[in-house]
């Protein structure tokens, strides 16, 4: 409790808005905490190949939704729009089409 008293108000104020907008405890930071290590497992295997590697960023291994501010539907949009792109473009690879259209 002396430090509380002989702490700088500023220094005070400081902790305080970093403890209530932050949230050192919340789930949030806890999941960013754990898909952070999810992350450096999966890299360190050695057995990712290097155009999966974006694959596996925080958002990604974010299982509970709590690190991005979308929303389920809004991220399954993004996913399914991503994969049809993918789906096209290894057809157009299949088909000996360039990705400029030319073959």
């Not at 400081?14 to 930071?29: F, G, K, M």
């Not at 925080?58 to 049809?84: P, Y």
């Amino acid at each position: 409790m002396d430090e509380l008293c002989t702490m700088p108000i500023l220094l005070f104020y400081y902790l305080l808005i970093y403890n209530e907008t932050v949230n050192p405890d919340s789930a949030r930071v806890e999941q960013i905490r754990h898909t952070e290590l999810l992350q450096a497992i999966w890299l360190s295997t050695g057995n990712i190949r290097k155009e999966d590697i974006q694959k596996f960023n925080i958002h990604e291994l974010d299982s509970l939704n709590l690190i991005s501010d979308k929303t389920l539907a809004e991220k399954h949009a993004e996913r399914e729009k991503r994969i049809a792109e993918q789906n096209k473009n290894n057809m157009l690879t299949w088909m000996g089409v360039k990705s400029n259209g030319t073959e």
